[in-house]
């Protein structure tokens, strides 16, 4: 079931009171934009960065919701940002998701050990992605972000 938001998309003015706001990371601009339409599509708000070391200044700056983060970047990988995001108090009660095209069990160990709530291959369906933040959103709010954490490696 998709999540429909009032006329407009719940982005007029004020999208950090409105709208959760999503970092979209990933160095492949193409992957960027189809998720970027599909989640303001669903009422989401949505800000972009194109590597890991752009993504952890945005994450400084913008109060994010949930960040959706390739692993393989040039330079700051994701792997990196997670780690650091995990590493500062200012950033580690922030959900990640990861998305990408690693599909083994010991990637999911990884994201798991680096505490992220979600790990979605590649590729996958862009009309999903809505749904699959608004999930864990709704989840994280419950507290249940263990339980997230957890269920990464049931999924080998």
């Known amino acids: 079931m998709r999540h429909r938001p009032e006329a407009g998309g719940g982005s007029g003015g004020r999208p ?57 970047m040039p330079g700051v990988d994701g792997w990196e940002v997670a780690e650091q995001l995990a590493a500062d108090d200012e950033t580690r009660k922030i959900p990640v998701v990861f998305l990408s095209a690693r599909a083994a069990p010991e990637d999911r160990l990884r994201a798991q050990e680096l505490g992220a709530v979600g790990y979605v291959e590649k590729p996958f369906d862009p009309l999903e992605l809505a749904g699959i933040v608004r999930d864990v959103l709704e989840r994280v709010a419950r507290g249940e972000r263990e339980q997230l954490n957890r269920e990464l490696s049931e999924h080998e």
Do not use: F, K
Not at 38 to 63: F, M, S, W, Y
């Open 16 to 72: 950090e009171e409105s709208a959760p706001l999503v970092l979209l990371v990933d160095d492949e601009r193409s992957i960027r934009t189809i998720c970027r339409v599909n989640l303001e599509g669903d009422g989401l708000a949505v800000t972009e960065a194109a590597d890991g070391a752009e993504a952890l200044e945005v994450v400084r700056r913008a109060r994010l919701s949930v960040v959706l983060l390739d692993v393989m």
